[in-house]
């Protein structure tokens, strides 16, 4: 029987771990993918928008060439600290169901089973992608997520979305030879509130020097009608209905967590800021199920460093839980 079996080795997972193992509870990570693996699915090259004290488990370990670092640095740092700090976490294992048991809950993966007195779920979003709901969205053509430009050199690429990721898209697009546009609200280029999820403006002022050098084209959209096989038909803002030749489209408008796992095992949600949240204790990060924590996407606040923070309240918590049983 584990102390904690955490889901998911990103940065909220891996912060865990790190307190787990601090605190001498006897802990487990399982991860479907690779270590940090939502840090792997960003653009090739990215620029990540935090500074190091944001992204870092301890003050002074993240030493990124520029103030930012990259995506390859964010990653090898992740990578080096699990192995450093030698914490247990389990790869390319895909947790199957959770579910309650007299003592604690019982965990199946696709290779093996497990049981713990406490469960954190910590993992990230990008598999669950928002989906616009149009025909032809299931064509070949269209992508959830957007890795690398290259192979979109010289083709008609269209980004649809009003945030960071969708403004990079068509950044990196225009700026490496794609005939890119990005489709967007009218006021979601026009917002500059950050709290309000606005284009940064160290993504939006590219942008707008690529306008000025009409590399990149701007749509300002009313709605995506359907997506065919050599075009995509849009309505502007003004309804006006128009189509345009395309390559590829690049939908990149947010995700959202896999709740199902949770639900089933009776933790209750409310409505956030980005949709559905479990309920659960600010103090604690605990569910109102007794034992199952959150943490990360599956919290109101989205960002690395709360998902890092998360942990410093998960651990003590339930190490207390521990020191009482023991």
Known sequence: MLDLLIIGAGPAGISAAWEAKKAGLDYLVIEKGLIGNTIYNYPVGLTVF?????????????????????????????????????????????VLGVSKTGEGFEIKTDTDAYRSANVLFASGAMDYPRKLGVPGEDLPKVSHHFRETYPWVRKKALVVG?????????????????????????????????????????????????LEKRCLQLFFLGEVVEIRNDSVVLEDEDGKRCELENDVVFVLI???????????????????????????????????????????????????????EAAKKVVPAIAKRVERVG
Request: negative net charge; aromatic residues 10%; glycine residues 10%.
């Open 50 to 94: 935090s500074t190091p004290d944001e992204l870092e488990f301890r003050e002074g370990d993240l030493d990124p060439a520029r103030d930012k670092p990259t995506r390859e640095e964010l990653l090898s740092y992740y990578v080096r600290f699990v192995i450093e700090n030698d914490l247990k976490v389990r790869t390319e294992e895909t």
């Open 162 to 210: 009003g945030g960071n990721s969708a403004g990079e898209a068509a950044l990196f697009l225009a700026g490496e030879g794609a005939e890119a546009t990005l489709a967007i609200f009218r006021e979601d280029w026009e917002n500059t509130d950050p709290k309000q999820g606005c284009i940064k403006y160290w993504v939006k002022n590219p942008l707008e020097e690529q």
């Open 254 to 308: 947010g995700s959202d967590a896999d709740l199902s796992m949770l639900k089933s095992l009776g933790v209750g949600t409310e409505e956030g800021k980005y949709g559905e949240v479990p309920v659960y204790d600010d103090a604690t990060f605990e569910t109102n199920v007794p034992g199952i924590f959150v943490a990360g996407h599956f919290t109101r606040h989205r960002h690395i460093k709360p998902a890092i």
